[in-house]
């Protein structure tokens, strides 16, 4: 297909605005530097150099795979692959190129699969789209873990969100680094995939945008196999490809998806190339002013001081992500706790650091399972609040009460006593007024602004 067919680009930039495209990134489409360099070419070489493994004169270049196989035939610990890759992404790990922020760049994508362990992709969102501060959310896939889904379907993602496929770079052997590491991944998704519920019905409802894997062919067919949980011949949804300049491609893979399933298209292209002509294009249409809304200048932490805190039932989770997004469009910076808290973080000691320390504002979503339940952790957290809010001096807000619920009488029966001073807005499902809004940033400012 010619790269420049206008239909082709037409066609497939109406199907991202839409919502309907995902983009799966592979090896292939890691950069960084302002040059552009790929990635995991520099990643094997200083992998090599970890290990103790030396370049053998007029050699091709090995990848990790190679490296891999031959730390292991050499007699070496399978667990250092991990332990010395982790502390390379760690201490190491380069800024991200100028072809990841192109794609970073387009607001359409709000989830990215990658196969790929490092963090240059969320690291390239950041800067794009959140002026540097680390608001993309992350997850990864293991075939041992418990929480391996999205938080949420594409459609209700409120952050961009970037999903490890084969898992994210730690010291413990929990992501691919060789082949038979992507065997069992592959195979841990293929048994596990109906469970992720998310993930499922977000796969086998879009297309994908596939770019720069650097798998062998048969595994690139049995991913997008598992991923659409059917026949690839039977594909209705367009597929679309950026795998590098026709002739380095396997005859193989070129014959079957432009063959066996004529909807699914490879371009001979590299995967640079055609994510820049894709930016250039979507910029087009998409002038900088219709972009995501600037946000209150605060300081780089894992939860940024002075953001909103948010503290509702799980029954109550989709009033919650209605008021973020419209606080957020206002440009009010809000802390998400099912977002920040990872896997494994003392969550406890987190939130009770972030309410009774770091955030600037909070809000009591009060509905009818707040008042109904007596005990529950979010009395614990309106508990710290109030208490910190005696603090204050007379006038300041700081804990603002939201009646979620119509029915709720006023005043109501489970907020702390120390807190039932405070006025309560209503706001029915979540929905906040521009005027609530607006005003929930204007005290955001003045506590950004308070001397410390």
């Known amino acids: 297909m010619d790269i420049s067919a206008e239909d082709f680009w037409e066609d497939l930039l109406t199907y991202i605005d839409n919502g309907s495209v995902i983009p799966v990134l592979g090896q292939g489409t890691i950069t960084f530097g302002e040059s552009d360099q790929p990635f995991y070419g520099w990643l094997a070489r200083r992998f090599a150099e970890k290990l103790g493994i030396p370049r053998e004169e007029g050699a091709p270049e090995a990848n990790l795979n190679d490296i891999a196989c031959q730390h292991l035939l050499r007699g070496g610990a399978p667990n250092l692959l991990y332990l010395r890759l982790s502390q390379i992404i760690e201490k190491e790990c380069p800024a991200p190129g100028p072809t990841l ?26 800067k794009v789209r959140y002026g540097g501060k680390p608001r993309t959310t992350i997850g990864a896939f293991s075939p041992e873990a418990d929480d391996v889904d999205l938080p949420a379907r594409m459609a209700d993602l409120q952050e961009a969100h970037v999903h490890h496929l084969l898992g994210r770079a730690s010291p413990k052997p929990n992501y691919v680094v060789w082949e038979e590491d992507a065997m069992e991944f592959v195979c841990g998704l293929q048994r596990r995939l109906e469970k992720m519920e998310n993930l499922a019905r977000d796969l086998h409802q879009h297309s994908l945008l596939v770019l720069g894997l650097s798998f062998s062919d048969w595994l690139v067919r049995f991913f997008l196999r598992t991923a659409k949980q059917q026949r690839l011949s039977q594909i209705t949804e367009l ?26 298209t490879i371009l001979p292209t590299t995967p640079a190339a055609f994510i820049v002509e894709l930016a250039r294009r979507w910029e087009a249409l998409h002038p900088a002013a219709e972009q995501e809304p600037k946000f209150l200048p605060l300081p780089d932490r894992t939860m940024p001081d002075h953001a909103i805190f948010i503290s509702y039932a ?32 003392h969550w406890h000691a987190h939130l009770e650091d972030a309410v009774k320390d770091r955030c600037g504002l909070f809000i009591s979503l009060i509905s009818p399972t707040t008042e109904a339940t007596p005990e529950a952790y979010y009395h614990l957290e309106r508990n710290w609040a109030a208490e910190r809010a005696s603090r204050f001096s007379e006038g300041e807000e700081f804990y603002l ?11 109501t029966l489970r907020e702390p006593r120390l807190a039932r001073k405070y006025q309560a807005t209503q706001l029915p499902g979540g929905a906040a007024s521009e005027e609530f809004a607006q005003h929930v940033r204007r005290l955001q400012e003045i506590r950004i602004q308070a001397p410390h």
């Open 314 to 345: 799980r029954e109550d989770e989709e009033a919650a992500r209605v008021l973020k997004a419209a606080l957020e469009k206002a440009g009010c910076t809000v802390w998400y706790d099912r977002e920040r808290l990872k896997p494994g973080a």
């Open 101 to 126: 922020e192109a794609l970073a760049g387009i607001h359409a994508f709000k989830l990215f699969l990658t196969t790929t362990f490092d963090p240059l992709l969320e690291r390239a969102i950041d």
């Open 239 to 264: 597929q679309y490809m950026a795998e590098g300049p026709k002739e380095s491609l396997p005859a193989g893979m070129v014959m079957f998806f432009g063959g066996l399933a004529r909807n699914v």
């Open 401 to 411: 009460p939201v009646v979620i619920d119509s029915m709720i009488p006023v005043p």
